[in-house]
């Protein structure tokens, strides 16, 4: 069992949806990453959090240490937003192990 | 640079040979990272540096990768006798400190297929 686990691996959604991405988790972590990789390969960091929930635009991260879950929301998705969504734990100091990745496809 | 810079993009090598990956942080970053995605799977974390601490190299596969950082410049990520199972995109990302708020700031990567 991978440490971290995402969920759903694929998710396919239309336009103005609102999109749901977990991430769980089973060992212990300082903080977690959210990032977007482009279907060109590019990886852009979208949210690092602690605690509590994150808000840029359309997008919300939340993560609730005691359960040991994050979650990342697309509110209004647009096919822009189609890439993958990668969660990475921060463990210790420096340490990130990844989500295997959740690839979400917008259509018009 | 405005973002991170990694060199070359692609590199094509045979096996056995060794290989030099280079990447230039955000001037003013002290944290630095690698990481590698093979074809089709996740991230995967290599090596750490911070400024001028010791290194977390507890990602590194094997002996035959090894990556160094010199101050909080450029660092360099070796591979030696290569292996097939070494072809993945290498990735470097920095940061000015590794703390909550603090984004991630990834470079293009450099494509690594050995023949």
């Known amino acids: 069992k991978n440490e971290v686990e995402q969920s759903p691996q694929n998710l396919t959604a239309q336009e103005g949806e609102f999109i749901t991405i977990n991430c769980s988790y089973s060992?212990?972590?300082?903080?977690l990453h959210w990032l977007q990789q482009h279907p060109g390969g590019g990886i852009v960091s979208l949210f690092m959090?602690?605690?509590g929930k994150k808000k840029h635009g359309r997008l919300i991260a939340t993560i609730n240490i005691q359960e040991k879950h994050s979650s990342l929301h697309i509110t209004a998705s647009h096919p822009r937003d189609s890439a993958v969504y990668i969660c990475?734990?921060?463990?210790?100091?420096?340490?990130?192990?990844f989500g295997q990745g959740t690839r979400l496809t917008i259509n018009p | 640079g405005a973002g991170v810079s990694q060199s070359p993009s692609n590199k094509v090598t045979e096996k056995g040979k060794d290989v030099e990956l280079r990447c230039d942080p955000i001037?003013?970053?002290?944290?630095l990272y690698w990481y590698r995605q093979r074809l089709g799977q996740g991230l995967e974390f290599l090596i750490y540096?911070?400024?001028?601490?010791?290194?977390?190299k507890s990602g590194l596969p094997s002996d035959r990768f090894s990556a160094e950082r010199t101050g909080e410049s450029v660092s360099t990520l070796t591979i030696q006798r290569t292996q097939q199972e070494d072809s993945a995109v290498y990735l470097c990302?920095?940061?000015?400190?590794?703390?909550?708020?603090?984004?991630?700031?990834f470079g293009s990567g450099t494509q690594l297929s050995v023949l």
């Open positions: 959090l602690s605690s």
């Open positions: 990302a920095s940061s000015t400190q590794h703390r909550p708020g603090e984004k991630l700031f």
């Open positions: 060992v212990g972590i300082s903080a």
């Open positions: 540096f911070q400024g001028n601490s010791a290194p977390d």
């Open positions: 990475a734990a921060i463990q210790g100091a420096q340490k990130l192990v």
């Open positions: 001037s003013g970053h002290t944290a």
